[in-house]
T-cell receptor, first 117, second 109 residues
Framework: GAVVSQHPSWVICKSGTSVKIECRSLDFQATTMFWYRQFPKQSLMLMAT?????????EQGVEKDKFLINHASLTLSTLTVTSAHPEDSSFYIC?????????????FGPGTRLTVT | GQNIDQPTEMTATEGAIVQINCTYQ??????LFWYQQHAGEAPTFLSY??LDGLEEKGRFSSFLSRSKGYSYLLLKELQMKDSASYLC??????????WGAGTKLIIKP
Protein backbone atom coordinates (compact mmCIF):
# COMPACT_ATOMS: atom_id res chain seq x y z
CA GLY A 1 0.00 0.00 0.00
CA ALA A 2 0.87 3.67 -0.21
CA VAL A 3 3.16 5.14 2.44
CA VAL A 4 2.56 8.39 4.27
CA SER A 5 5.17 9.83 6.60
CA GLN A 6 4.87 12.48 9.28
CA HIS A 7 7.52 14.52 10.99
CA PRO A 8 8.13 14.93 13.83
CA SER A 9 6.63 11.87 15.50
CA TRP A 10 6.48 13.70 18.81
CA VAL A 11 7.18 17.25 19.95
CA ILE A 12 7.11 19.16 23.20
CA CYS A 13 6.83 22.91 23.03
CA LYS A 14 6.21 25.82 25.35
CA SER A 15 2.93 27.65 25.48
CA GLY A 16 2.82 30.53 23.01
CA THR A 17 5.23 29.02 20.50
CA SER A 18 4.41 27.59 17.06
CA VAL A 19 4.93 24.05 15.85
CA LYS A 20 5.05 22.79 12.27
CA ILE A 21 4.10 19.21 11.37
CA GLU A 22 4.95 17.80 7.94
CA CYS A 23 3.01 15.13 6.10
CA ARG A 24 4.50 13.51 3.02
CA SER A 25 3.25 10.92 0.56
CA LEU A 26 6.36 8.90 -0.19
CA ASP A 27 5.51 6.83 -3.22
CA PHE A 28 2.50 8.53 -4.74
CA GLN A 29 1.04 11.95 -5.40
CA ALA A 30 -1.84 13.13 -3.27
CA THR A 31 -4.02 15.97 -4.44
CA THR A 32 -6.01 15.71 -1.24
CA MET A 33 -4.73 15.24 2.28
CA PHE A 34 -6.61 15.34 5.54
CA TRP A 35 -5.60 16.50 9.00
CA TYR A 36 -7.13 14.84 12.03
CA ARG A 37 -6.83 15.35 15.74
CA GLN A 38 -7.44 12.62 18.28
CA PHE A 39 -7.73 13.05 22.01
CA PRO A 40 -7.19 10.06 24.33
CA LYS A 41 -9.89 7.41 24.09
CA GLN A 42 -11.77 9.40 21.47
CA SER A 43 -12.27 8.88 17.77
CA LEU A 44 -10.62 10.80 14.98
CA MET A 45 -11.81 14.35 14.50
CA LEU A 46 -11.35 15.83 11.06
CA MET A 47 -9.80 19.27 11.29
CA ALA A 48 -9.38 20.22 7.66
CA THR A 49 -9.09 19.01 4.11
CA UNK A 50 -5.94 20.12 2.34
CA UNK A 51 -5.99 20.47 -1.43
CA UNK A 52 -2.82 20.96 -3.43
CA UNK A 53 -2.55 24.46 -4.78
CA UNK A 54 -5.60 25.86 -3.05
CA UNK A 55 -6.79 26.89 0.39
CA UNK A 56 -7.64 24.26 2.93
CA UNK A 57 -11.23 23.60 3.89
CA UNK A 58 -11.69 23.73 7.65
CA GLU A 59 -14.31 21.90 9.65
CA GLN A 60 -16.70 23.85 11.81
CA GLY A 61 -15.13 24.94 15.06
CA VAL A 62 -11.53 24.69 13.84
CA GLU A 63 -9.74 28.05 13.81
CA LYS A 64 -8.03 28.50 10.46
CA ASP A 65 -5.78 31.26 11.79
CA LYS A 66 -4.55 29.01 14.55
CA PHE A 67 -4.08 25.85 12.50
CA LEU A 68 -2.35 26.92 9.31
CA ILE A 69 -2.34 24.38 6.51
CA ASN A 70 -0.19 24.57 3.42
CA HIS A 71 -0.32 22.01 0.61
CA ALA A 72 2.45 23.33 -1.56
CA SER A 73 3.10 20.23 -3.63
CA LEU A 74 1.50 16.92 -4.52
CA THR A 75 3.60 15.13 -1.91
CA LEU A 76 3.71 17.56 1.00
CA SER A 77 1.18 19.17 3.33
CA THR A 78 2.10 21.02 6.50
CA LEU A 79 0.10 21.90 9.60
CA THR A 80 1.37 24.74 11.78
CA VAL A 81 -0.11 25.11 15.23
CA THR A 82 0.38 28.78 16.06
CA SER A 83 0.55 30.20 19.57
CA ALA A 84 0.10 26.75 21.02
CA HIS A 85 -1.69 26.28 24.34
CA PRO A 86 -1.84 23.23 26.61
CA GLU A 87 -5.32 22.41 25.33
CA ASP A 88 -3.78 21.92 21.87
CA SER A 89 -1.90 18.91 23.23
CA SER A 90 -3.16 16.00 21.18
CA PHE A 91 -2.31 13.33 18.63
CA TYR A 92 -2.31 14.87 15.14
CA ILE A 93 -2.65 12.50 12.19
CA CYS A 94 -2.55 13.24 8.50
CA UNK A 95 -3.85 11.03 5.74
CA UNK A 96 -3.75 11.04 1.98
CA UNK A 97 -6.47 9.95 -0.36
CA UNK A 98 -5.55 7.85 -3.37
CA UNK A 99 -7.68 6.66 -6.23
CA UNK A 100 -7.13 2.89 -6.38
CA UNK A 101 -8.97 1.42 -9.32
CA UNK A 102 -12.61 2.31 -8.93
CA UNK A 103 -12.53 3.62 -5.41
CA UNK A 104 -10.64 5.90 -3.07
CA UNK A 105 -8.39 4.54 -0.35
CA UNK A 106 -7.15 6.64 2.52
CA UNK A 107 -3.74 6.01 4.06
CA PHE A 108 -2.61 7.46 7.35
CA GLY A 109 0.69 8.83 8.53
CA PRO A 110 2.05 7.52 11.85
CA GLY A 111 0.85 10.58 13.73
CA THR A 112 2.51 13.36 15.71
CA ARG A 113 2.06 13.60 19.45
CA LEU A 114 2.12 17.24 20.52
CA THR A 115 2.55 18.22 24.14
CA VAL A 116 2.32 21.89 25.03
CA THR A 117 3.71 22.83 28.44
CA GLY B 1 -28.38 13.77 8.19
CA GLN B 2 -25.45 11.48 8.61
CA ASN B 3 -24.59 9.25 11.51
CA ILE B 4 -22.66 6.11 12.21
CA ASP B 5 -22.78 3.86 15.25
CA GLN B 6 -20.70 0.99 16.62
CA PRO B 7 -20.34 -0.57 20.07
CA THR B 8 -17.91 1.13 22.42
CA GLU B 9 -16.18 -1.98 23.70
CA MET B 10 -16.18 -5.73 23.21
CA THR B 11 -14.36 -8.59 24.90
CA ALA B 12 -13.44 -11.92 23.34
CA THR B 13 -11.24 -14.91 24.04
CA GLU B 14 -8.02 -15.80 22.24
CA GLY B 15 -8.72 -18.29 19.46
CA ALA B 16 -12.41 -17.41 19.25
CA ILE B 17 -14.43 -15.42 16.70
CA VAL B 18 -15.83 -11.93 17.21
CA GLN B 19 -18.17 -9.80 15.10
CA ILE B 20 -18.13 -6.02 15.37
CA ASN B 21 -21.25 -4.36 14.01
CA CYS B 22 -21.61 -0.93 12.46
CA THR B 23 -24.79 0.86 11.40
CA TYR B 24 -24.94 4.06 9.43
CA GLN B 25 -27.31 6.55 7.85
CA UNK B 26 -26.40 8.76 4.92
CA UNK B 27 -27.91 10.05 1.70
CA UNK B 28 -24.69 9.72 -0.28
CA UNK B 29 -22.58 6.58 -0.04
CA UNK B 30 -19.28 5.63 -1.65
CA UNK B 31 -18.22 2.68 0.40
CA LEU B 32 -17.66 1.40 3.92
CA PHE B 33 -14.20 1.13 5.46
CA TRP B 34 -12.81 -0.67 8.46
CA TYR B 35 -9.56 0.43 10.10
CA GLN B 36 -7.56 -1.00 12.99
CA GLN B 37 -5.92 1.34 15.47
CA HIS B 38 -3.55 0.25 18.20
CA ALA B 39 -3.15 2.54 21.18
CA GLY B 40 -0.88 5.47 20.38
CA GLU B 41 -0.68 4.65 16.71
CA ALA B 42 -2.43 5.85 13.56
CA PRO B 43 -5.19 3.77 11.94
CA THR B 44 -4.30 1.12 9.39
CA PHE B 45 -6.59 0.08 6.56
CA LEU B 46 -8.32 -3.29 6.92
CA SER B 47 -11.12 -3.51 4.38
CA TYR B 48 -13.43 -1.75 1.97
CA UNK B 49 -16.95 -2.70 0.85
CA UNK B 50 -18.97 -0.83 -1.73
CA LEU B 51 -21.25 -3.64 -2.91
CA ASP B 52 -23.44 -5.87 -0.77
CA GLY B 53 -21.87 -9.04 0.45
CA LEU B 54 -18.89 -10.49 2.21
CA GLU B 55 -15.24 -9.65 1.53
CA GLU B 56 -12.72 -12.06 3.04
CA LYS B 57 -9.08 -11.31 3.75
CA GLY B 58 -7.37 -14.03 5.73
CA ARG B 59 -8.65 -14.01 9.31
CA PHE B 60 -10.66 -10.84 8.72
CA SER B 61 -13.92 -10.56 6.78
CA SER B 62 -16.20 -7.57 6.24
CA PHE B 63 -19.85 -7.59 5.27
CA LEU B 64 -22.08 -4.86 3.88
CA SER B 65 -25.82 -4.47 3.40
CA ARG B 66 -26.52 -1.10 1.80
CA SER B 67 -30.30 -1.42 2.08
CA LYS B 68 -30.00 -1.94 5.83
CA GLY B 69 -27.18 0.54 6.40
CA TYR B 70 -25.27 -2.20 8.13
CA SER B 71 -21.78 -3.64 8.12
CA TYR B 72 -19.81 -5.97 10.29
CA LEU B 73 -16.18 -6.92 10.71
CA LEU B 74 -15.56 -10.57 11.54
CA LEU B 75 -12.30 -11.59 13.15
CA LYS B 76 -11.48 -15.30 13.35
CA GLU B 77 -8.85 -17.20 15.32
CA LEU B 78 -8.32 -14.22 17.55
CA GLN B 79 -4.78 -13.44 18.65
CA MET B 80 -3.64 -11.23 21.49
CA LYS B 81 -2.22 -8.77 18.96
CA ASP B 82 -5.77 -8.19 17.68
CA SER B 83 -6.47 -6.16 20.82
CA ALA B 84 -7.05 -2.71 19.35
CA SER B 85 -9.75 -0.25 18.42
CA TYR B 86 -11.66 -0.98 15.22
CA LEU B 87 -12.98 2.05 13.38
CA CYS B 88 -15.89 1.91 10.98
CA UNK B 89 -16.23 4.74 8.45
CA UNK B 90 -18.32 5.42 5.37
CA UNK B 91 -17.32 7.63 2.48
CA UNK B 92 -19.98 10.18 1.67
CA UNK B 93 -20.96 11.79 -1.61
CA UNK B 94 -18.01 14.20 -1.32
CA UNK B 95 -15.61 11.26 -0.93
CA UNK B 96 -14.99 12.26 2.66
CA UNK B 97 -14.77 9.64 5.41
CA UNK B 98 -17.33 9.89 8.21
CA TRP B 99 -15.99 8.05 11.25
CA GLY B 100 -17.59 6.00 13.96
CA ALA B 101 -16.28 6.40 17.50
CA GLY B 102 -14.47 3.07 17.33
CA THR B 103 -14.91 -0.25 19.10
CA LYS B 104 -12.25 -1.19 21.62
CA LEU B 105 -11.67 -4.93 21.38
CA ILE B 106 -10.16 -6.64 24.40
CA ILE B 107 -8.76 -10.14 23.90
CA LYS B 108 -8.41 -12.37 26.94
CA PRO B 109 -6.21 -15.47 27.10
Amino acid sequence: GAVVSQHPSWVICKSGTSVKIECRSLDFQATTMFWYRQFPKQSLMLMATSNEGSKATYEQGVEKDKFLINHASLTLSTLTVTSAHPEDSSFYICSARVLAGDFYEQYFGPGTRLTVT
Amino acid sequence: GQNIDQPTEMTATEGAIVQINCTYQTSGFNGLFWYQQHAGEAPTFLSYNVLDGLEEKGRFSSFLSRSKGYSYLLLKELQMKDSASYLCAFMDSNYQLIWGAGTKLIIKP
